[in-house]
């Protein structure tokens, strides 16, 4: 799948430069590009940033949304041509760019740590309060529990929500307490439907872009609208 896309994708660069006011006045699922990310990046900043190409380009994108330590996988198979992923080796063939780190913080209701939680909050709170993870494959929220109070995964009641939105409704009906990034949750911090469980502590996640190796005009405009957004929404 891998090598088809690439000769697709080179096939219609050529047809652009032999017919370029053609190939940039209609949409062809020969200009679709596959891109895998994580599910925060989708709910906040990758969008407002591919917008102006997929417009400009007339170009169709088909996002294959997994965790964010997953994503590198799908390039690796060869389903996608390029992924926003926190893992920072290099796969053979492709070049990786650091786009910036998310702050995730614990966060939850008032009403939700004052059922669970003392003040200041004791490490045992955390093996009886339920947390609120994405999926199977979320470990941020025992990764925060390992790094800061030294539990181990297991060790701990969860909630597992396959949905950003549902996610979020999870935490604000008081429901437990998850991991979130805080350009995703800083209005529903500031309005004080959500608190930060402990404000001193945090992960701070890298997101690297990596992509085929390719003489592609194509594939250096994504990676440089990416670049130039990314530097603006993301911690640097």
């Not at 660069?13 to 989708?42: C, F, H, M, W």
């Not at 181990?152 to 979020?168: D, N, R, T, V, W």
């Not at 594939?219 to 609208?225: D, E, H, L, M, S």
């Amino acid at each position: 799948m891998g090598y088809y896309q690439q000769m697709n994708l080179l096939q219609h660069e050529l047809l652009e430069d032999i017919d370029p006011e053609g190939s940039k006045t209609r949409y062809s699922n020969q200009n679709k590009v596959r891109i895998a990310l994580n599910s925060d990046s989708l709910d906040t900043w990758f969008l407002k940033a591919i917008t102006p190409l997929i417009r400009s380009q007339h170009l169709l994108v088909d996002l294959k949304v997994d965790d964010q330590d997953a994503t590198h996988e799908l390039l690796k198979n060869g389903e996608v041509i390029g992924c926003v992923s926190s893992v920072t080796s290099n796969l053979q063939g492709c070049q990786s760019l650091l786009l910036g780190h998310m702050a995730y913080y614990p966060v939850c209701t008032q009403a939700f740590k004052e059922q669970y939680f003392s003040d200041p909050v004791d490490v045992d709170e955390f093996r009886y309060a339920p947390a609120v993870e994405f999926n199977y494959k979320d470990q941020l929220q025992s990764r925060y529990l390992k790094q800061f109070w030294g539990i181990e995964a297991g060790q701990y009641p969860s909630h597992e929500i396959p949905s950003s939105k549902g996610f979020l409704n999870f935490l604000t009906l008081g429901l437990g307490w998850g991991m979130a990034p805080d350009i995703q949750v800083a209005d529903l911090l500031k309005r004080g439907t959500l608190i930060k469980l402990t404000p001193d502590q945090h992960l701070k996640i890298p997101l690297y872009w990596h992509v085929w190796n390719l003489k592609s005009s194509l594939i250096k405009q994504i990676t440089n609208t990416l670049a130039k957004f990314a530097h603006k929404a993301l911690h640097q």
